[in-house]
C-alpha cells in the first residue's frame, strides 16, 4: 500500500498492526458497499466516496479509500480508477477489450466500464448525479444533453480541446451541433445512428417478393407488406413497432421526416406534432395496423418484435445499427438491410449519436479526458468501428465497421447521411417524451385516433416546452 | 439498537415529511412550497385512480385468506401423508424473489405463447392479452399477488390450528356436526385472531404493492391508467420525473391511509373476533 512505503519504517510495526484492523474494516465497508446499488446509496443523502460514483468496486483502491486512508488519486505510481457509465449491451465485451487496452497504453489510468440496462440508465444516472456522485465518465445522449449541461452536471471541455489540439472538424456538423451548449463543448460526439429497413429474404422468396431497395417508397412497402402477411402460419409483414421502448428514433421520427413534418420547432418553442404533415407521418404506422399487415399492439407489449424478427415472424423490421450485432449474434444470415422507404420528402431518416462527457463532479477530470480523448480519436474510433457495435461519428473510420459485419449492406446506413434530419431535443427533452409515449400509445392500441391523439400531445408538449423558460 | 432504528427507519420518515413541502428541481435544490404539494394532490386524479387502483388490488388479494384457511384446515388434519412436502410447496412462492416470480408469471400470461392462454385453448376459450388490457391487467397481477402470499397465510393459520384444542372437535362431531359444520362453528371462530392478524397485515402489505407492477408493466402500455398503484405513481412521479417533494407528498398520503385503515380494523375487532 502506498501509505505504507511513504511512512518511516520504525512506524510500520505499529502500522502493521493498525493497518490489518483498518483493512478488515474496509473489506467489510467495501462488502457491504457492494451490496447496496450505488444509487441507493447516492439517494441516502450523497455519501462522496467513490464507491457511490457508479455502484461497487472490488479493486484495492477502495479498500484503500474505505480504511481511512487518502484516496489514492495524488500517489505517483497508482492507478487512478475511473468508472464509465453506458447502456447499450452490445457494448458489454467489446468495452472491456477496449478499456484493457487503454488500460496498458495508459498504465496509471483504470477505467471500469459498467453497464446499466437502458430502461433504467437515465433515472439512475440522475439520482446519482444529484447526490453528487454517478460515473467519472457519462454517456450522453441527445435528449439529455442540454439538461445536463444546462444544470451544471457536466465538466466543460474547451479548455482540454485546446490545450490537446484536438481537431473536432471530422465530426459532422450536425452532431457538433448537438453538443454544444451556449456555444461551449461540454461531450465528445462519439457514434452516430440512422435507420434502416431490414428485411427476411427467406419470407421474400417463400412469398415471391422483390428485395425492399433504396428505390422503395411508402406504397412499395405496404404491397410487399401485404404480399408477405400469412395469417395462417404466424407471419406478418412488418410489425408497426420495432421496440415499444425505442418508438420515436426506430418509428415514427423517421416517418415524419419522410413526410416533411417535424416535431419541434428550430427555436424548440413549439411543437410539431399537430402539424398535418407531422400526422401523415404518424398515420403510416396505424395504417399498417389497420391494413392488418403488422401484429396487434398487444401482441407486440407481450413479445418483443426484434424477437419476432428473429424467429421469422414478421418480414421486415426498421432498426437502427446495434441491431446488426443483435442479429449476427442470432446467427440470422438471411436477412439484409437497405436505406428506409421514402415518403414525400427528400429526407429518409433521423440521426442520433451519443456522446462522452465527464461528470462534473468527478475527481478525476484530466484522467477522464484521456480515456474519452482516446476513445474519440482516429484510432480509437476504428477500435470501436471494429467490434461492429456501432457507427463511429469520425469521419473516415466508417469503413471499419462497414467490414465488421461483412454478410449485411451496411452502407445504407451510411447513405442515409446526406438526407438525415437531427434527433428532436429541448432542454428538458425527457418530459415530454415521456407525454409522447402514454398519449400516443393510446392511438397504437387502437383506443383513440391518431389525429386526436397527436392534436393533443402537441397541446402537452407545448405546455411541457412554456415550462422549460 | 437505538442507532439503527433512528438512522434506518426514523431519520428518512423525518426527511420525507419534510421533502412533502418543498417542491425539487431536476437536480436536487428544493424551495418550501408548504402545504402545495398536498392541495395538488387531492386535485389530482392520477392519484384518485391509483388508491382505486390499489384499493382493488387488496380486495382481490383478500381473497386469500379464506383460501389459506380452507388449505390450512386440510394440512392440519392428523395422519396426512406427505404433510411437510405440502407445506415446502406452499411456501416456496413466499421466500422467491419477487422479480423472479413477476418475470416468470409475465411470460405465463404472454397472449400468444403463454401456458394460461394455451390451457384456456384447450377448452375452447381464446384468452385475452392479460397484461395490456386495462380490465384484465389489475386482475392478472393480483392472481399473482395471492399466489406469492398464500404460504405465509397458511403458515401462521396452521400455527392458529394448532391451538384449537382437539376435544372441541370431538364434542362437535359426537353432538352430530360433519366436516364443514365443524370447520363453520368451532375452526373459523377460533381461527378469529389469526384471521384479524393475517388480514390487517394484507391490507398493509397490499396497499404498498410496486415491485410486480414494475416488472410486469411497462410504461407505454396502454393499460397503465387502470394498473398504477399508489406507490409505482410515487415511483413515476420521484424517480421519473424527478418531482420528489410531490412524491414525498404521496408517500405520507399512502402512510396517513394505511393507518387509518389499521385504526378501522383494530376498532372493528371488538365486534368479531373471540380471544380464547
Redesign the interface.
Known amino acids: 500500500m502506498s501509505d505504507a512505503e511513504a511512512k518511516g519504517s520504525s512506524e510500520r510495526a505499529a502500522d502493521a498492526v493498525l493497518s490489518r484492523r483498518a483493512l478488515l474494516k474496509g473489506l467489510a465497508g467495501a462488502a457491504g458497499l457492494a451490496v447496496v446499488p450505488g444509487g441507493l446509496l447516492a439517494a441516502?443523502?450523497g455519501s462522496k466516496s467513490k464507491a457511490a460514483s457508479g455502484g461497487a468496486t472490488t479493486s484495492a483502491s477502495s479498500t484503500a479509500a474505505a480504511s481511512g486512508s487518502a484516496s489514492s488519486s495524488g500517489s505517483t505510481g497508482k492507478a487512478v480508477h475511473l468508472t464509465c457509465g453506458y447502456w447499450d449491451p452490445n457494448m458489454n465485451g467489446p468495452s472491456q477489450q477496449i478499456a484493457a487496452a487503454f488500460q496498458k497504453a495508459n498504465p496509471d489510468i483504470s477505467v471500469e466500464m459498467q453497464q446499466t440496462p437502458p430502461a433504467e440508465y437515465w433515472?439512475k444516472l440522475?439520482?446519482a448525479?444529484?447526490?453528487g456522485g454517478g460515473p467519472d465518465i457519462i454517456s450522453m445522449n441527445g435528449p439529455n444533453y442540454q439538461?445536463y449541461a444546462s444544470?451544471g452536471?457536466l465538466a466543460p471541455l474547451d479548455e482540454y480541446i485546446s490545450k490537446d489540439h484536438v481537431d473536432l472538424s471530422p465530426f459532422s456538423q450536425g452532431l457538433r451541433d448537438v453538443y454544444k451548449y451556449k456555444n461551449a463543448y461540454y461531450a465528445m460526439p462519439f457514434n452516430f445512428s440512422t435507420i434502416g429497413l431490414w428485411y427476411n429474404k427467406q419470407l421474400f422468396d417463400d412469398a415471391g417478393v422483390k428485395y425492399p431497395d433504396e428505390n422503395w417508397t411508402w406504397d412499395d412497402l405496404k404491397a410487399a407488406a401485404q404480399k408477405l402477411t400469412n395469417k395462417s402460419k404466424g407471419v406478418y409483414g412488418i410489425p408497426a413497432t420495432s421496440d415499444?421502448?425505442y418508438?420515436p428514433q426506430e418509428e415514427y421520427y423517421n416517418t415524419i421526416y419522410q413526410a416533411g413534418g417535424y416535431i419541434i420547432s428550430p427555436d424548440g418553442t413549439k411543437s410539431g406534432f399537430d402539424d398535418p404533415k407531422t400526422i401523415e407521418g404518424l398515420k403510416f404506422w396505424t395504417d399498417l395496423q389497420a391494413m392488418g399487415v403488422s401484429p396487434?399492439?398487444?401482441?407486440m407489449?407481450?413479445?418483443n418484435p426484434s424477437a419476432m424478427f428473429i424467429s421469422g415472424k414478421v418480414a421486415m423490421f426498421y432498426g437502427g445499427p446495434w441491431r446488426a450485432p443483435q442479429w449476427a449474434k442470432a446467427n440470422l444470415s438471411h436477412v439484409d438491410v437497405t436505406q428506409l422507404p421514402k415518403g414525400t420528402s427528400q429526407s429518409r431518416t433521423c440521426i442520433h449519436g451519443t456522446a462522452f462527457a465527464i461528470n462534473a463532479h468527478s475527481k478525476h477530470k484530466d484522467e477522464a479526458w484521456e480515456v474519452i480523448k482516446s476513445f474519440t480519436s482516429k484510432d480509437g474510433e476504428e477500435a470501436w468501428g471494429a467490434t461492429g457495435i456501432l457507427i463511429p461519428a469520425y469521419q473516415g473510420t466508417q469503413d471499419v465497421w462497414l467490414k465488421s459485419l461483412p454478410q449485411y449492406n451496411l452502407k445504407a446506413y451510411i447513405d442515409e447521411l446526406q438526407t438525415a434530419l437531427p434527433y428532436p431535443v429541448s432542454k428538458?427533452t425527457a418530459?415530454w417524451q415521456?407525454d409522447a409515449?402514454?398519449i400516443l400509445?393510446?392511438a397504437?392500441?387502437g383506443?383513440v385516433d391518431i389525429t386526436t391523439a397527436a392534436k393533443q400531445l402537441a397541446a402537452k408538449m407545448n405546455d411541457d416546452l412554456a415550462k422549460e423558460k | 439498537m437505538v442507532l439503527g432504528l433512528g438512522l434506518f427507519y426514523l431519520w428518512?420518515v423525518v426527511?420525507t415529511a419534510y421533502f412533502s413541502f418543498t417542491k425539487w428541481?431536476?437536480?436536487?435544490g428544493s424551495t418550501w412550497i408548504g402545504l402545495g404539494n398536498y392541495r395538488s394532490l387531492f386535485h389530482d386524479h392520477e392519484v384518485l385512480q391509483a388508491l382505486r387502483n390499489t384499493a382493488i388490488y387488496t380486495l382481490i388479494v383478500l381473497l386469500a385468506v379464506p383460501i389459506a384457511m380452507v388449505v390450512a384446515a386440510m394440512l392440519n388434519q392428523r395422519g396426512l401423508r406427505g404433510v411437510s412436502v405440502y407445506r415446502v410447496f406452499y411456501f416456496l412462492p413466499v421466500v422467491t424473489i419477487p422479480a423472479a416470480v413477476a418475470i416468470v408469471w409475465r411470460l405465463l400470461?404472454?397472449?400468444?405463447?403463454?401456458i394460461i392462454n394455451y390451457l384456456l385453448s384447450l377448452v375452447g376459450i381464446k384468452g385475452p392479452?392479460w397484461?395490456?388490457?386495462p380490465t384484465f391487467a389489475l386482475v392478472a397481477i393480483s392472481i399473482v399477488g395471492i399466489w406469492m402470499v398464500l404460504g405465509q397465510q397458511i403458515i401462521i393459520f396452521l400455527a392458529g390450528l394448532q391451538a384449537i384444542p382437539q376435544e372441541l372437535h370431538e364434542a362437535a362431531a359426537i353432538d352430530g356436526a360433519g366436516p364443514a359444520r365443524r370447520f363453520m362453528s368451532v375452526t373459523v371462530p377460533l381461527l378469529t385472531p389469526s384471521i384479524f392478524f393475517v388480514t390487517v397485515l394484507s391490507v398493509i402489505g397490499t396497499f404498498q404493492m410496486f415491485d410486480l407492477m414494475y416488472v410486469m408493466i411497462?410504461?407505454?402500455?396502454?393499460a397503465?391508467a387502470q394498473t398504477r398503484t399508489i406507490v409505482y405513481l410515487f415511483y413515476e412521479r420521484g424517480?421519473?420525473?424527478?418531482d420528489r417533494g410531490y412524491a414525498a407528498a404521496i408517500a405520507f398520503l399512502l402512510f396517513g391511509i394505511i393507518m387509518l385503515l389499521t385504526l378501522v380494523q383494530f376498532r372493528l375487532q371488538k365486534r368479531w373476533v373471540h380471544y380464547v
Request: with cysteine; charged share 15%; proline share 7%.
Open positions: 441516502c443523502g433515472t440522475q439520482t448525479v444529484s447526490a439538461l444544470n452536471m415499444p421502448a418508438m396487434s399492439y398487444q401482441q407489449l407481450d413479445t428538458n418530459v415521456k409515449e402514454s400509445s393510446q397504437w392500441a383506443k | 428518512p426527511r428541481g431536476a437536480f436536487g400470461y404472454n397472449g400468444d405463447y403463454g392479452y397484461l395490456s388490457s411497462d410504461p407505454n402500455n396502454p397503465i424517480f421519473i420525473d424527478n
